[in-house]
């Protein structure tokens, strides 16, 4: 249970901070006049800045609480590492999908939702693979330095 928390207030941390230099740093792109935390879309929802940039901080907060839980799937030692990406990819998946649609990432119709899982496969794809790539120059280290 100190395991769970202590990764869910990482996940929370890193979350909102995450979202908020994300949103910031598209501010600056646009160069917004006023903060916006979200797409226009998303705004147009809530009365104030104020409401719109807490709930964006709760949303951030709740993607970065996917992002971690979801990390626990590789601490399953007697899961294979093919089965352990495969419920990490899963986690991510279905508990992001919902959340960027909330933010106002994109709207939900069936092109978007296929742009925006296409682009989530071959970004998952990317880091997974620069993930297998460090572990196995990792592991090749550890077991040369075994063999002097």
């Known amino acids: 249970m100190k395991k769970l928390l202590s990764y869910l ?12 230099l994300i949103s910031l740093t598209f501010a600056f792109i646009y160069q917004s006049k006023d ?8 705004m147009s929802h809530f009365s104030s800045s104020t409401s719109a940039t807490a709930v964006s901080a709760l949303l951030w907060a709740l993607i970065g609480c996917v992002f971690a ?26 508990g992001f999908t919902p ?6 990432w994109f709207p939900l119709n069936f092109f978007w939702l296929l742009f925006f899982t296409v682009i989530f496969v071959i970004a998952y794809f990317i880091i997974w693979l620069t993930s ?3 572990a196995r ?10 063999h002097d």
Request: hydrophobic fraction near 50%.
């Open 35 to 42: 903060y916006a935390p979200s797409a226009p879309t998303f």
């Open 69 to 94: 839980i979801s990390g626990l799937a590789f601490e399953v030692d007697r899961w294979s590492i093919t089965k352990q990406t495969i419920v990490h990819f899963l986690i991510t998946y279905v």
């Open 9 to 20: 207030l990482r996940g929370i941390t890193i979350g909102i901070t995450t979202g908020f």
């Open 132 to 134: 297998m790539t460090t």
């Open 137 to 146: 120059h990792e592991v090749r280290a550890f077991n040369a330095k075994l």
């Open 99 to 104: 959340l960027a649609i909330l933010c106002g």
